[in-house]
């Protein structure tokens, strides 16, 4: 069993939609949890990060832990073309020096 | 911004050929790593380094070594280039605690 499921999609929404990005993951220790944006030929970038449980804000993007249930998800508001992009979940131990990595959902959002 | 530079976007390699792939990263970074990422496997980590001159395998270090003599450099070897090595090459850096910033990537194609 991975460490780290994710969906790979592709997922395929009208502009203007709410997506649901998820994954899940197998260990408990992880306290790390970070979303990255993958653009075609490009390197990954970090979207976003939480420590523990909760919910994070960041314009648009509202990233979600539920440690309970081994599940985070990213909510993307009012999508947009240019939102179209590989996303990749990561996660992390205690130490946050190794990442553990989703294997990424294709979004497409269409004019 | 961190700036993580990795010198080749895309390589044309010959089987058994001995291929370096180069990275340098400026903000003074502690841990760097290489990732190999292919369709439907997502980002698999290959080796890492928390400091100059050490050096940790990752998941698949089978048929590389690496290269830390200067802080901001790390350097992944392949020692004889075969054609399942063919795939994208992401390197990336860390300070302690913080994400990852990643380069644009190496596409590597071994004939």
């Known amino acids: 069993q991975k460490e780290v499921e994710q969906d790979p999609g592709p997922l395929s929404v009208p502009e203007g939609a709410i997506v649901s990005l998820n994954c899940t993951y197998s260990?408990?220790?992880?306290?790390?949890f970070m979303w990255y944006r993958q653009y075609s030929r490009k390197g990954p970038e970090l979207l976003m990060y939480?420590?523990?449980?909760g919910n994070k804000e960041d314009g648009r993007f509202t990233a979600q832990v539920d440690k309970s249930s081994k599940y985070i998800s990213l909510f993307i508001r009012d999508s947009q073309p240019s939102d179209s992009a590989t996303y990749l979940c990561a996660m992390s131990l205690y130490n946050f020096n190794k990442f553990y990595f989703g294997s990424g959902t294709k979004l497409n959002v269409k004019p | 911004d961190v700036k993580v530079t990795q010198s080749s976007r895309y390589l044309v390699k010959r089987t058994g050929e001995k291929v370096f792939l180069e990275c340098v990263q400026d903000?003074?970074?502690?841990?760097m790593f290489w990732y190999r990422q292919d369709p439907g496997l997502g980002l698999r980590l290959i080796y890492f380094?928390?400091?100059?001159?050490?050096?940790e395998k990752g998941d698949i270090p089978e048929g590389y070594s690496v290269s830390r003599e200067k802080k901001e450099r790390f350097s992944l070897i392949l020692e004889s280039a075969s054609t399942n090595q063919t795939s994208m090459y992401l390197c990336a850096s860390s300070a302690p605690g913080g994400g990852y910033t990643f380069g644009s990537g190496t596409r590597l194609t071994v004939v």
């Open positions: 380094s928390y400091d100059v001159k050490m050096k």
């Open positions: 939480t420590y523990s449980s």
């Open positions: 260990n408990s220790a992880f306290q790390y």
């Open positions: 903000m003074d970074h502690e841990n």
